[in-house]
């Protein structure tokens, strides 16, 4: 399965697993807000606290660290986390364990009771989340995000990150999970040409309008996206900007099926808008095109913005061309009363990591987390891995690709002002089918933005009274 076809099954967050998982399932997951409460799993300290160690991490216990060797590889862990743990201290031994099966090394581990005291769960085979909190393996982070800063004892760890991390930590209300990583959904455009051309991004819709005129007059398409394959691109657009209107509770409702989370007026709002964006500056031409000969179409300068992830640039690196420099833009703003400033823009959470409550040193394994949350930390892995964290402003400065840079810029303008992931396309999938082939009508004009919020809504009461569906919650 490729990162794409990952993105579409999954979505950024893993789906939570349904009721009655078992610790051998082999489903994975990064958090899911449950309404049922479980006594959380609170790491006792094992030393004396102090300013130096919040944590009472016992300075001569061992620690085993489990990290997943796929694509970002483990030297981030052998040559940055691991000898900064050492540095601070340096009595205590640390084991390494490099593997691409997380599922198989590990679930014999935690049935036996031998449990190693951090683990990145990630990968194929990563091991059931919902299960592992239900069983009382995984720490409560609380700790964590209220320890003091390594970099700044004035600041909580919770200040120094993006929003959404202690959200998508959540398993049944208690944070357990840290998601390492981020990925943005936006707007691309190739900032050379705006260069060139002396264009503004646009921060307000009627900007965006006026930029459409311009594009016209160059011959070039506003906006596009791939009707054939990779219509859930603008799923994404126009779920996000409905939250940008009316706020994250948006979404928060659409993944719950609550009673008329589709008929919300800031759904139809965030429709109508791109509904008319389309008619006005649009191409029908790009309903026939699939994801890649849309993206190459962008390339040539034939369309001004692609809504996409933060993994577009990887994706299409063989085929760009000099001329062309990736850059993200937020959605602008459709309303001058939009709950989310202009900056606010997707941010999506991954690379689960998790500190065993029931290992040897539970203490160690949550100050090893805080270690990777500090700026030497955080920014050497970004630097190794290209990937950019979920601490805020450690980025700037390091060679990175522009399509990174560009990100991790808007991702400290917006701060907190962060739009949550949509879990309804992991959760149910014939609802997020359904929404693909909606959004595809409503975009060409066949349906009307309110048939589209109307037929979006009759198809989330059938799956919410279609008792044979697995139901999921979150609260954030």
């Known amino acids: ?90 009595q205590a031994e640390i084991k390494h364990v490099p593997t691409q099966k997380i599922g198989t090394q590990l679930r014999p581990r935690f049935v036996s009771g031998d449990v190693p005291d951090v683990v990145n769960n990630s990968g194929p085979e990563a091991l059931d989340m919902a299960a592992l909190a239900a069983e009382g393996h995984l720490a409560d982070l609380t700790a ?16 120094t990150l993006v929003g959404g991390v202690q959200e998508n930590s959540l398993i049944d209300g208690v944070p357990h999970v840290l998601n390492y990583t981020v990925a943005h959904r936006a707007l691309w455009y190739n900032a050379k040409l705006f260069a060139a051309k002396g264009w503004t991004v646009p921060k307000t819709w009627d900007a965006f309008l006026a930029l459409g005129e311009e594009a016209k007059k160059a011959g070039i398409t506003l906006f596009a996206y791939p009707g054939q394959v990779g219509p859930f691109y603008q799923v994404w657009n126009l779920v996000y900007t409905a939250a940008k209107i009316g706020g994250n509770q948006v979404i928060v409702d659409i993944d719950n099926l609550a009673d008329g989370a589709w008929t919300n007026p800031a759904v139809l709002a965030s429709v109508t808008a791109w509904a008319d964006l389309q008619a006005r500056y649009g191409d029908k031409a790009y309903f026939g095109l699939d994801h890649t000969q849309t993206q190459i179409k962008h390339l040539q300068d034939k369309v001004a913005f692609y809504p996409c992830g933060s993994w577009l640039e990887n994706e299409m690196a063989k085929d760009k061309p000099d001329s062309f420099e990736y850059a993200i833009a937020p959605v602008p703003s459709v309303t001058a009363t939009d709950k989310l400033p202009a900056e606010a823009i997707m941010v999506g959470v991954s690379e689960a990591f998790f500190a065993s409550a029931k290992g040897p040193n539970p203490a160690g394994g949550l100050e090893y987390l805080r270690i990777m949350l500090s700026r030497e930390g955080a920014r050497g892995y970004t630097e190794r891995t290209k990937n950019l964290t979920v601490v805020n402003g450690v980025a700037e400065g390091l060679d990175l690709p522009p399509a990174v840079r560009s990100a991790a810029k808007a991702q400290d303008a917006a701060g907190r002002n962060t739009i949550t992931d949509a879990r309804f396309e992991s959760w149910y999938k014939e609802l997020f089918d359904h929404s693909q082939t909606q959004t595809n009508a409503v975009m060409a004009g066949r349906v009307t933005p309110e048939q589209f919020c109307a037929n979006m809504q009759k198809k989330a009461d059938e799956i919410k009274k279609d008792s044979s569906v697995s139901k999921q919650t979150r609260s954030a």
């Open 1 to 90: 399965m490729n990162r794409r076809q990952l993105l579409r099954r999954i979505g950024l967050t893993a789906l939570a697993a349904g009721p009655g998982a078992g610790l051998l399932s082999a489903c994975a997951t990064a958090g899911s807000g449950g309404a049922d409460a479980r006594t959380p799993a609170t790491p006792a300290a094992t030393a004396a606290t102090s300013a130096a160690n919040p944590l009472g991490v016992d300075p001569k216990k061992p620690l085993e660290v489990v990290i997943f060797n796929g694509g970002n590889g483990d030297g981030y862990a052998t040559g940055l986390h691991q000898p900064l743990y050492r540095k601070a201290y340096p």
């Open 144 to 159: 964590l995000f209220d320890a003091p800063s390594i970099d700044d004892p004035g600041k909580k760890v919770r200040d």
